[in-house]
């Protein structure tokens, strides 16, 4: 099993984006975020098919941390059903692994 994922959710603003990376980096429940976008996102949503303007946030974390990570997300994201998947990380260079432990040690 892979003890590093990444972690990517949406929203629909550049600056709840923007606090979505910065409150989990804060809180070390993630090495770093990034956010891209805005990217296009099409959904169907409450019976209708939706497009909208969105911004992703991919973070890096540990196995360890990501129920950390994904409460945190459940508890800041103001969508009633955010995005949060997790993609295991198989390969990485060992000293930025190592950076994203020291990260999201715990104190």
């Known amino acids: 099993m892979a003890e590093y994922l990444t972690v990517l959710t949406t929203t629909d603003a550049a600056e709840k984006a923007l606090a979505l990376a910065?409150?989990?980096?804060?809180?070390?429940?993630?090495?770093?975020?990034?956010?891209?976008?805005?990217?296009?996102?099409?959904?169907?949503?409450?019976?209708?098919?939706?497009?909208?303007?969105?911004?992703?946030?991919?973070?890096?974390?540990?196995?360890?941390r990501y129920p950390e990570l994904e409460a945190h997300l459940k508890w800041v994201h103001d969508y009633d059903t955010p995005e949060i998947i997790a993609i295991p990380v198989t390969h990485g260079s060992d000293a930025y692994l190592s950076w994203v432990s020291e990260e999201t040690a715990k104190d």
């Open 22 to 64: 910065a409150g989990a980096v804060e809180a070390r429940v993630a090495a770093c975020a990034q956010i891209d976008g805005p990217v296009t996102g099409v959904y169907r949503w409450e019976g209708a098919v939706r497009t909208d303007q969105e911004w992703r946030v991919l973070y890096k974390t540990t196995v360890e």
